[in-house]
């Protein structure tokens, strides 16, 4: 695991000037808007890679770019959010390339194309924010962060506030969806399945709502929850809600997982190495626990999930 991250890690702790707005600034706009995009200095496209086509890639393109990869995990750390890594995702690598890879094209997942990624919330079946921590696995994402490598004409990251879905919903929908009557199933960028049943969608927290909302990996175990889970599904799908966020190569943009949901729609991979390409980083607000980790001795950003 230290193999894997140590040198980009390593790079982090160098890098100084990486985050371009204040921390202060950059917490304060995270918190009000839920979102912020910011631009990574010394960005250089010509400098990068093409584009992988498999998974494999990764430790290639991790070494090739590791500057990158360094400066974009240190201005997280400057923002003062942990990034972390899932077991059982992504190969223990903090970095996930998002771009079509070869035999993933047909899922619904980070790396397919093929389908439409409706709104969800990513990693739904671990705790969220409002509910009691668990002591040995990792909690959901607070953040999420996407930097554009090459982009993709007509093809879009969009955002929607969960503060204003929740507007549209009646309140007894509302209570329905807070209620402990779903399942989530674990996401496909898993190597193995595994589900939860009986949490809410939404949880209250100091007057803040949080959601696991994810449209691929929901579903009600009674038909009154079911019934408002797909008034929330298709009150997902009215485009007034969503937000196309305007990445160019070189920007990045860093949203509260649970506080929003984000969406791709389809297209056509060539896998010539000028795809789409984003790379994907998860954080937290707090460092986690030596418990949640999957070895605190090897890496302190592996969190257990299993």
Request: proline fraction near 6%; charge should be negative.
């Amino acid at each position: 695991m230290f193999m894997k991250n140590g040198i980009i890690l390593s790079i982090a702790d160098r890098i100084k000037d990486a985050l371009p707005i204040p921390t202060d600034e950059f917490r304060k706009r995270l918190e009000e808007d839920c979102y912020v995009i910011w631009k990574l200095p010394h960005f250089d496209a010509q400098e990068i890679t093409q584009t992988p086509v498999v998974p494999s890639y990764a430790d290639y393109v991790e070494s090739k770019n590791a500057a990158l990869h360094g400066a974009y995990l240190s201005a997280h750390f400057q923002a003062g959010l942990w990034p972390v890594v899932y077991q059982g995702e992504n190969n223990g690598h903090l970095i996930r390339h998002v771009c079509p890879m070869l035999q993933a094209e047909e899922k619904i997942s980070s790396q397919g194309a093929k389908y439409d990624f409706y709104p969800h919330v990513d990693n739904p079946d671990l705790y969220i924010t409002g509910e009691t921590p668990s002591n040995r696995l990792g909690g959901c994402p607070d953040t999420l962060s996407l930097l554009c490598l090459r982009k993709e004409e007509g093809v879009h990251t969009s955002l929607l506030k969960l503060d204003q879905i929740l507007k549209r919903l009646s309140d007894k929908d509302i209570a329905i969806l807070a209620s402990p009557a779903f399942r989530i199933k674990r996401p496909a960028s898993f190597t193995e399945g595994s589900s939860i049943e009986k949490v809410p969608i939404i949880v209250s927290d100091n007057g803040v709502w949080y959601s696991r909302f994810d449209w691929h990996n929901t579903q009600g175990m009674t038909l009154e929850a079911e019934a408002a889970l797909e008034k929330m599904r298709f009150i997902t799908l009215e485009h007034d809600l969503w937000f196309n966020v305007p990445l160019e190569p070189g920007y990045a943009v860093t949203f509260l997982n649970q506080r929003t949901m984000h969406t791709r729609n389809a297209f056509e991979p060539r896998f010539d190495g000028t795809d789409r390409w984003l790379l994907r980083v998860f954080a937290m607000k707090h460092r986690p626990t030596d418990t949640q980790l999957v070895d605190s001795s090897l890496c302190l950003h592996h969190l257990r999930t299993l």
